[in-house]
């Protein structure tokens, strides 16, 4: 079965400073790779998605991310971290051809220091 | 604006009581998904549904109950038989195939926190 893993529960940064969050996955085949972001209290926002092609995919906000095959790593970065990114990141796979279901991991919440 | 739908936002369950929590969308999706999310454990499937009058259980379906009667529409009952119904539920809603332009993504409502009292 399909799993993501998310290694880091909680991250701080201040703010201006660069960010990467990392998100490792164990499937045999590539799988369709998404981030979401959510604001306390509220629903999930898709940031970016990989299914194929360029292996750094561009999303909103300034945010972009990086599959490496090899690795099974599908890893955040930004470059300058605002206060208002502050919120929790999930990770999210889906075996190809499949609709059944996405398997989150299990979060990082990051902090945003002034 | 196309968007999903949920509603109540806050939902209170005497224990005994069956709720039944609301999710819309006009987004014309083929599959709608219920997810609870508890805090560290991200989000878990209950159930999904990929078309209409069909449905199959997801990871944590024992004690809830869904329908899917319109393509719009995927209601979610918490039984009385879910032991531990207070959490944060998440409909999400999304093409069942990677669309021409390359559209997969899901599409989230803004949760029900249900709590029981």
């Known amino acids: 079965a399909q799993s993501v893993t998310q290694p880091d529960i909680h991250i701080t940064v201040s703010e201006g400073a660069s960010l990467e969050l990392r998100c490792n996955y164990s499937y045999g085949a590539t799988p369709y790779l998404f981030w979401y972001v959510q604001s306390p209290g509220q629903g999930l926002q898709l940031l970016l998605k990989y299914f194929s092609g360029d292996t750094l995919v561009q999303g909103i906000k300034g945010f972009e991310a990086e599959f490496k095959r090899s690795q099974s790593s599908f890893n955040l970065r930004k470059p300058s971290v605002h206060w208002s990114d502050a919120a929790e990141y999930f990770c999210a796979v889906e075996m190809t051809g499949s609709a059944r279901q996405l398997t989150f991991g299990s979060g990082t919440q990051l902090t945003v220091l002034p | 604006d196309g968007g999903i739908t949920q509603s109540p936002k806050y939902l209170f369950r005497k224990e005994g009581q069956n709720v039944t929590l609301s999710c819309e969308q006009n987004l014309n999706h083929d599959a709608m998904y219920w997810y609870r999310q508890d805090p560290g454990q991200g989000l878990r499937l209950i159930y999904y549904?990929?078309?209409?009058?069909?449905?199959q259980k997801g990871d944590i379906a024992e004690g809830y109950s869904v329908s899917r009667e319109k393509k719009e529409s995927f209601p979610l009952t918490v039984t009385s038989a879910q032991k531990n119904p207070t959490a944060f539920y998440l409909c999400?809603?999304?093409?069942?195939?990677?669309?021409?332009?390359?559209?997969?993504?899901?599409?989230f409502g803004q949760g029900t926190r249900l709590t029981v009292v």
């Open positions: 549904s990929q078309i209409v009058n069909d449905f």
């Open positions: 999400a809603s999304r093409y069942r195939r990677v669309t021409g332009d390359g559209r997969l993504e899901a599409f």
